[in-house]
């Protein structure tokens, strides 16, 4: 599967912007989907992971009740909505998708990933 991350950009501190992964050569219904983001000079972090269906969702402390992945398997999509961003939230960030055998499990370990979109930069001021 391929997947192409969009949506990034630059946005004051307490703004709002909806990253978009679109993936092709598959469906994504039977895999977990999660966003991963990586600042200069550390190494790439988890944010969140959404289950196949999306029921089950998990996300990175830092983020929890500011950040929400939605995903439309119809559309072969997943989304990652960021409200009240934070220069700290500043870095480049990649979906991901992970080819694992069960419909409720979304996991936060990058190497569990199994393929990866390209990246776009989110650039929070303050």
């Known amino acids: 599967v391929q997947l192409q991350a969009s949506g990034g950009g630059l946005v004051q501190a307490g703004g709002s912007l909806r990253l978009s992964c679109a993936a092709s050569?598959?469906?994504?219904?039977?895999?977990?989907m999660g966003w991963f983001r990586q600042a200069p000079g550390t190494e790439r972090e988890f944010v969140a992971a959404?289950?196949?269906?999306?029921?089950?969702?998990t996300y990175a402390v830092s983020v929890q009740g500011r950040f929400t992945i939605p995903r439309d398997n119809a559309k072969n999509t997943v989304d990652l909505q960021m409200n009240s961003l934070k220069p700290e939230d500043t870095a480049v960030y990649y979906c991901?998708?992970?080819?694992?055998?069960?419909?409720?499990?979304?996991?936060?370990?990058?190497?569990?990933?199994?393929?990866w979109g390209q990246g776009t930069q989110v650039t929070v001021s303050s």
């Open positions: 959404a289950s196949w269906s999306g029921s089950y969702t």
């Open positions: 991901a998708a992970d080819l694992v055998g069960s419909p409720i499990v979304a996991r936060p370990a990058p190497a569990e990933y199994d393929y």
């Open positions: 050569g598959d469906k994504i219904s039977g895999y977990a």
